[in-house]
């Protein structure tokens, strides 16, 4: 996408949120303020940069994605959806399954339902084109609701207008 084919409206509400983080609990923040915003009428916007590129993965599991060496290496620390570790107190991988438990019994969305809910609400999914490099991915690593592939200035004038989150 050409910086110059992004059209603003002021009259739009936006929320733009970068998600650096493969932590399940900071990806469930993304996703939970993303689906809510979205749900009240904000455009919605999600960068994913680094280990945030996790959550959009094709390929779940730890698995040696990327081209060359060290880009695979990391393609087997990075997990996808299923096994991102809690950021504090994970207890060896326990603690996202004691999550998604109290999650279902407390009727509370779980990760995974709120990343299909943001694919129903029409939320925008970018990747972040220089991570990608590091990370020897490509956009064919990803699911088909990543919109595309941008780099930081792009991102920065789509989000502009509105409130951006780092998480």
Same mark, same amino acid.
């Given at each position: 996408?050409?910086?110059?084919?992004?059209?603003?409206?002021?009259?739009?509400?936006?929320?733009?949120?970068?998600?650096?983080?493969?932590?399940?609990?900071?990806?469930?923040?993304?996703?939970?303020?993303?689906?809510?915003?979205?749900?009240?009428?904000?455009?919605?916007?999600?960068?994913?940069?680094?280990?945030?590129?996790? #959550?959009? *993965?094709?390929?779940?599991?730890?698995?040696?994605?990327?081209?060359?060496?060290? =880009?695979?290496?990391?393609?087997?620390?990075?997990?996808?959806?299923?096994?991102? =570790?809690?950021?504090?107190?994970?207890?060896?991988?326990?603690? =996202? *399954?004691?999550?998604?438990?109290?999650?279902? *019994?407390?009727?509370?969305?779980?990760?995974?339902?709120?990343?299909?809910?943001?694919?129903?609400?029409?939320?925008?999914?970018?990747?972040?084109?220089?991570?990608?490099?590091?990370?020897?991915?490509?956009?064919?690593?990803?699911? =088909?609701?990543?919109?595309?592939?941008?780099?930081?200035?792009?991102?920065?004038?789509? #989000?502009?207008?509105?409130?951006?989150?780092?998480?």
């Amino acid at each position: 996408m050409a910086t110059s084919d992004i059209q603003l409206d002021p009259k739009v509400k936006k929320l733009s949120i970068i998600g650096f983080s493969g932590d399940f609990d900071k990806l469930t923040a993304v996703f939970t303020l993303a689906t809510g915003a979205a749900a009240v009428g904000y455009e919605v916007n999600l960068f994913f940069t680094f280990w945030g590129l996790d #959550a959009i *993965k094709i390929k779940q599991g730890r698995s040696p994605i990327g081209k060359g060496f060290l =880009p695979k290496v990391f393609g087997l620390f990075m997990g996808g959806l299923k096994v991102a =570790p809690v950021s504090r107190l994970n207890f060896a991988g326990i603690s =996202p *399954k004691i999550f998604r438990h109290l999650m279902r *019994k407390n009727n509370v969305a779980t990760l995974e339902e709120l990343v299909e809910a943001a694919k129903v609400l029409g939320i925008n999914f970018y990747a972040c084109e220089m991570a990608m490099h590091v990370l020897g991915l490509s956009k064919e690593d990803f699911i =088909p609701e990543v919109k595309d592939v941008l780099g930081v200035a792009t991102f920065l004038k789509l #989000a502009d207008g509105g409130q951006t989150l780092f998480i």
